[in-house]
């Protein structure tokens, strides 16, 4: 499979706002992280810098000769105060964008990606009734000040919150939750990632259907989605009925609402084994990554096959990537997951692009800078940029280049 990618095939790599800029003080996630105890690990910090050394990696991202790189414009920083739009967060996400465009790189742009505005959390998050309003305020704002975009992705993984319920709400202690809701000033639900199942598929694809009405009036030839988190599903013998009911229970209503859109961002990072008994995990002999995940760069081609053929809306792989320290496996699954997108297209799937996550090691959440996806180290006290071997390998796979 050495033949040339489509014409406009999007081919990068992907960071969110929160996990590399640094210092996104107005955040829910950044009072979420200093409550006391605290939810999450370790603080975000300067994370990697990214906001002040966003034009040195988008400078890695052309050397590597990628055409396209995902990033997203934190609400907290365009809005940190209710009704207050600073024009400086805006001016700085233009000079982000124009420094891709000036590369070559085609911008991609998300506009959701888990962290808010303390302000929004505190009146509820997704939960507010006036979420989808004040979401769709924020999308036409950014479409309106960007110029260039190649296409905008809404909500981050909307879905997410439905299928991790039971890890996200299960790891709170009573003492971190009462801090939590003392630093939100609000219920924990109104943390995206605590967003309640009645939020996720009311609020969050209203949200999303807002937004995406605002984003074709400001911009009409725009291409605008929304990205979920996908996993390619498997079952034991007597575990299938609990697998198609994941299926149609955290993935299909989302992928019906998608085929409104332009298109769908597919995030495959592994794959999950339904058993007989109802629980889920990793399939007998698989490897678990860092994070836990079985180590199965074959998925993200299955699941493009799967979502092609069911739902007629083209996909880009917003994310997919590699979680461990283990770089010469990291090349190894990039090689094997591009050859699976690849087949995928083969036999029909319309893909429009892949990006992998992440260009940095970043900050991963309640996780802390433990796991690591990045193309690129970062240097925890001098945030000196060391690349990868395996980023060259991903490179070298683009057929596409001149």
Known sequence: MTGRLPPGFL??????AHQVEGNNVHSDCWALEHAQPSLFLEPSGD???????????????????????RFSVEWARVEPEAGFVSQAALDHYRRVTDACLARGIAPVVTLHH???????????????????????????????????????????ELNLPAIAAPYFRGRASAAQRAAAERALGAPLDAFFLHSPEEAIFGNGLAAHRAARAAIRAERPNLAVGMTLALSEEYAEPGGEAHRDARCETYYAPFLDAAEEDDFVGVQTYSRMTSRADGSVGIAKGGVPTTMGWEDRPEAIGAVCEWVASRWRVPIVVTENGYVGDDDDRRAVFIDAAIAGVRQAMARGADVRGYFYWSLLDNFEWMLGYRQRFGLVAIDAATKARRVKASAHVLAKLYPGRE
Do not use: K
């Open 114 to 156: 888990f962290s808010q505005p303390r302000w929004m959390a505190a009146r509820g998050g997704l939960v507010w009734q006036e979420f989808p309003e004040r979401f769709a305020e924020q999308a036409a704002r950014v479409v309106r000040a960007l110029d260039g975009l190649a296409i905008v992705c809404t909500i981050n």
């Open 11 to 16: 081919w990068g790599t992907a960071t969110a």
């Open 47 to 69: 994370a990697a810098d990214h906001y002040h050394r966003y034009a040195e990696d988008i400078g890695i991202v052309a050397a590597l000769g990628f055409n396209a790189y």
